[in-house]
Structure formats: C-alpha cells, structure tokens
C-alpha cells in the first residue's frame, strides 16, 4: 500500500458527459500526477501538480483539467466525454525530496464511457 | 521514434529461472530509471529505480543502467510464480512527466 487514495473505484459515464475523479498523495508528499492507462498500454502522462499549480502537461485536449487543494489532494476533470476516455485513470504522488519523479501510484479509477 | 521502448513480450520463464526484461530510451538527459510491476486488474507498483550506471541489486531483482547505449533492464532471479505481471520501464522528460514503455508481460510457469 501506498497511502495514495483514489475515488471512485469504478464510473460508468455516458458520451457528452462530465466527470471528477478525486486522489490524496501519500503522506509528505506535495506533487501529483495525473495519468491515463488504456487497455494494454502504458500509462500516458496527463498533467502533474505543485503547489496548487499545473507544472506541466502532457499532450491531452484542455476538455481534461484538474486542481490541486492546500492539503495536497488532487481533482480531475474530464468534460464532454468521449468513448476513447475509457480506461484506467492514476493519480500518482510524489516530492521533490527525494526525487519528484520517484512517483507512487493509487489504486486507480476505472472509468469507462459508453 | 517512441521515447521509451521495451522488448515485446509475452515472456514465459520457467520457475526458478532468471526473467531479462530490456528497455531503450531516447532522451540522452535522462538521470533517473523506474521499474514498476502491475498485476492484472491493479496499479503500478514502483519495484526499483537507478541512477548510476551499472548494476543495482535488491533482494531478487536487479536493474542494470547504460546511459551510453540508452538501455536499462531488469533482471528477476529464481522466478516465482508471484512475479507473474507486466513489467514497467519508466523513464523520466524535461516537463516533470514519466515516460512509460508499453510494458512486458511475464509469466512464471510452476
């Protein structure tokens, strides 16, 4: 176990749809980092956190966006869903001591769009 | 060229034999390895990270870094059946995002 939590578990949305999934970072932990695993792939770098910031991003339309809160616990947000949104989301916590990218997974959010 | 490449799997190895996993990168900057196990149905696991070139050895696994070739692997000795999953390679980029390969799966064969 990680300490990184992550709800809900499962969603089921349907196209056109929004969705929030939520993460708290391990304890000591002040970055997160958002990414999308689809099925039989590796996981594909959404956006990372720090200090309540966007530190940078990777190559997902802006209908993806998140927001991180004081206590460190992180948001995504999906609008206008597509069938291709299915897949497993992963918050991942992290610090800059010792390593920002020394990242530790939740458990994940499965959500699939139908 | 994809950032992060790994060999394609799916491996099978024999219980007790050792499992070689590769892995090539693209981004000659990169300081940082991690190896990351997820079994079926579950996240990724973080199982080693190295830095220096040459080997790293913990328990079981050992991770091995060329920075002049751009390789990384992950050896597992005397497999077990409990290592049976797809293996990780991560690499880190310039914008604070890892890169992951696509992943190799292994199966232990009792």
């Known amino acids: 176990e990680t300490g990184v939590t992550q709800s809900p578990t499962h969603l089921i949305k349907t196209r056109g749809q929004q969705v929030t999934l939520r993460c708290s970072s391990q304890?000591?932990?002040?970055?997160v980092s958002w990414y999308q695993q689809a099925l039989g792939q590796g996981p594909q770098f959404i956006f990372q956190?720090?200090?309540?910031?966007?530190?940078g991003r990777g190559n997902f339309p802006p209908r993806f966006s998140g927001l991180q809160f004081p206590n460190y616990s992180s948001e995504l947000n999906v609008n206008a869903l597509e069938l291709d949104d299915s897949a497993l989301y992963l918050c991942?916590?992290?610090?800059?001591?010792?390593?920002?990218?020394?990242?530790?997974f939740g458990p994940g959010t499965r959500l699939t769009v139908t | 060229q994809k950032e992060v490449e790994q060999n394609s799997g799916p491996l099978s190895v024999p219980e007790g034999a050792i499992a070689s996993l590769n892995c090539t990168y693209s981004?000659?900057?990169?300081?940082?390895f991690f190896w990351y196990r997820q079994y079926s149905g579950k996240s990724p696991e973080l199982i080693m990270f190295?830095?220096?070139?040459g080997d790293k050895e913990d328990g079981r696994f050992t991770a091995q870094l060329n920075k002049a070739s751009q390789y990384v692997s992950l050896l597992i000795r005397d497999s077990q059946p409990s290592d049976s999953a797809t293996y990780l390679c991560?690499?880190?980029?310039?914008?604070?995002?890892?890169?992951f390969g696509a992943g190799t799966t292994v199966t232990v064969r009792a």
């Open positions: 991942a916590s992290s610090s800059l001591q010792p390593d920002i990218y020394e990242q530790y």
């Open positions: 981004d000659r900057g990169s300081q940082s």
């Open positions: 190295i830095y220096s070139n």
């Open positions: 304890s000591g932990h002040n970055t």
């Open positions: 991560a690499v880190p980029s310039n914008d604070y995002k890892l890169s």
């Open positions: 956190y720090y200090r309540e910031e966007e530190n």
